[in-house]
């Protein structure tokens, strides 16, 4: 992982000073770097033998900090990885430009990768991943949003990355088509899960853990899956509250902590968490088929960690 | 041509509603689909016997239209393209969503085309409109920015799109280095051209050919070059009318057509239409070693049409 933090240091770099200044800041906040370590993972785990990989797995990581410089546009955030949002130092146009920057970057370094089928993998996840930012936009003050719509939005926007992410670095490594799907399954269901839990930490978590507020998407009046359990659960009683604090976004003190308590009185924050647990333990079940050693159980803890994180 | 714009329809479908609507406003306005047909041109000039040209053709019109989306969101335009800009239709965030579901299916577009040399001039190119864009936003309001550094950000914003679509196309037709270095210097001086017209017609133009308001450049406070030459012409007597109007943008009624006026005393608008047609006679010159028949003279006809046109 060093030596892709390399890469992704060396490309995000420019002769236009904007650009190297606020991709460092985004890129240097408290960054997981999940994506490329998927990337890495899968690629040893089906036998890589060069290091095609980094580069793909470099490029990974810049789809996804190009995707969190828009969404952050997008939404309006005021925090990201424990910083002060981009947009709210440089302004909105600079975000979206050096965003349009770290895209074609992260083509540029796949083509560096010379794979055409990890291109053809992560070209068409980029393409999904902005479906899936649209239908979230234009679906996310809806009240009855079902759980099934809730889930295609979130495989869309988040998981798709991921089961790219690993699908890419088997595909490099000469992966057969059921390996190339197993990695595929365990990176979308791990990249499901997920985004469960940091949809649940929205609502339980502690800013200083998290950095970033927690209560943004409950003030965004974004549908997400613990307020839309909670919502149906609630029924005909509430409906006035829901209408006013999330479609009509008229909020006011305490109004996020009676939403927390009504989370917990219907357990839709646990569910929530139980659905993650569930793609967390499909997820491992999709690496059954690889020797239980080595990058088997690095990937295994990755999917409990995925779980049991508080940020 | 129409094959070209078949594609473009087929490939901006989505089941996800609001982006065929945002990408049909859009890409129906009022185009002059130049750059795709730069691709289609020297593929064919390039001696291209197979249609992957086709594909290469109608990515590059996605990438143009998904940098017009990003670019009417940074610059808050009005009119594109004889229409309302899509960010005052469905709002910023979609036309920020949009433009990245255009740019990710532009690259889905080139894996089909199938050719890796391709790919690597059209992500390089990418990479350098977005920098271009950056330059041109960070430095835009410079009153003292210099002629050879506003060719630099031309150069990058709009002409590394010609060059790049031009090129692309040789490289997908075989076409040996020179020629391809032949191609890809017409498609620059083309777009060099191409975008001091554009530059010169903010001031000159009419709003019902434009398809956009004139005077729009001068009201963001862009310094384009007619506008740099008119300031570096006019020195210190008109030095505060400049920083009232450009560097503070405060403007009042008859601002503009003062600004028409020193142009047209200072020469600045001529000068401008000058270099243009310097520029588009080197792109014919670049044109020596094809055969004066067929799709030479068209694209010698092209280079003239850039110059000569009012819209």
Not at 10 to 15: E, W
Not at 74 to 98: C, E, K, M, T
């Given at each position: ?12 770099d ?46 990974v ?36 430009l050096?965003?349009d ?73 000469g ?46 009046g ?9 919502i ?74 995925a779980v049991?994180?508080?940020a």
């Amino acid at each position: 992982m060093a030596a892709v933090d390399g890469l992704i240091r060396r490309h995000m770099d420019s002769p236009v000073p904007v650009i190297p200044a606020l991709a460092e800041h985004l890129i240097s906040g408290s960054a997981k770097r999940l994506r490329p370590l998927l990337t890495v993972a899968a690629a040893r785990l089906a036998g890589a033998r060069d290091d095609a990989c980094l580069k793909l797995a470099a490029a990974v990581e810049f789809i996804h900090t190009a995707t969190l410089l828009h969404d952050d546009v997008v939404d309006s955030s005021q925090l990201r990885r424990g910083r002060v949002a981009a947009h709210l130092i440089w302004g909105a146009p600079s975000s979206v430009l050096v965003g349009d920057f770290l895209f074609a970057r992260a083509f540029e370094l796949m083509v560096g990768a010379n794979s055409m089928p990890a291109l053809e993998i992560l070209a068409r996840a980029s393409r999904v991943i902005a479906e899936g930012e649209v239908l979230q936009l234009t679906r996310s003050h809806d009240l009855d949003l079902t759980e099934a719509l809730y889930i295609d939005i979130i495989r869309a926007k988040t998981a798709e990355l991921f089961a790219a992410a690993a699908e890419a670095g088997a595909v490099s490594a000469g992966a057969p088509p059921e390996r190339r799907r197993a990695l595929r399954k365990y990176g979308q269901d791990l990249g499901l899960a997920f985004q469960l839990v940091d949809d649940a930490l929205d609502y339980s978590g502690e800013s200083d853990e998290l950095g970033k507020n927690p209560g943004d998407d409950f003030r965004e009046g974004k549908a997400t899956l613990p307020l839309l359990l909670a919502i149906a659960r609630t029924g005909p009683a509430e409906r006035e509250f829901w209408l006013r604090t999330v479609d009509r976004r008229e909020q006011a003190d305490g109004d996020f902590e009676r939403v927390r308590e009504l989370m917990r009185q219907t357990g839709a924050l646990q569910d929530t968490l139980d659905r993650a647990q569930a793609y967390a333990e499909s997820a491992k079940a999709a690496l059954a088929e690889f020797p239980a050693i080595g990058w088997r159980p690095a990937l295994e803890d990755l999917a409990d960690f995925a779980v049991a994180r508080k940020a």
